[in-house]
């Protein structure tokens, strides 16, 4: 069983910085962060696979966003810089045990933190 846990979430101007964090207890084999905007689709953020590290991002955040890992604090993390008003939404992070499946897709998740509101002012 797997369990995730969020943090990190707040209100912020545009141009400024944030860092979630989501606490994972039992085996990942991938971790993503996912958000959602009022009235809109669950949109992929950015992935990691926590046995090498690889990290692969959404073309919307690609360059502002970092996806990061430590795994003696059994943390991921994801470092929000140079953010816009578009990037208000709930955050998530969800985690896959087993290998294969689309790692942009939510449904390929099983695991699922509470989510953490993220508003950007202009």
């Known amino acids: 069983q797997v369990q995730l846990v969020e943090s990190g979430g707040g209100s912020v101007q545009a141009g400024g910085s944030l860092r979630l964090s989501c606490r994972v207890s039992?085996?990942?084999?991938?971790l993503a962060w996912f958000r959602q905007a009022p009235g809109k689709e669950r949109e992929w953020v950015a992935v990691i696979w926590t046995a090498g590290g690889t990290t692969l991002y959404a073309d919307s955040v690609k360059g502002r966003f970092t996806i990061s890992q430590d795994k003696a604090e059994k943390t991921v993390y994801l470092q929000m810089n140079s953010l816009k008003p578009e990037d208000t939404a709930m955050y998530y992070c969800?985690?896959?045990?087993?290998?294969?499946?689309?790692?942009?897709?939510?449904?390929?998740?099983?695991?699922w933190g509470q989510g953490t509101q993220v508003t950007v002012s202009s």
């Open positions: 039992g085996y990942t084999y991938r």
């Open positions: 969800a985690a896959k045990p087993q290998s294969g499946g689309g790692w942009d897709t939510a449904s390929e998740y099983a695991y």
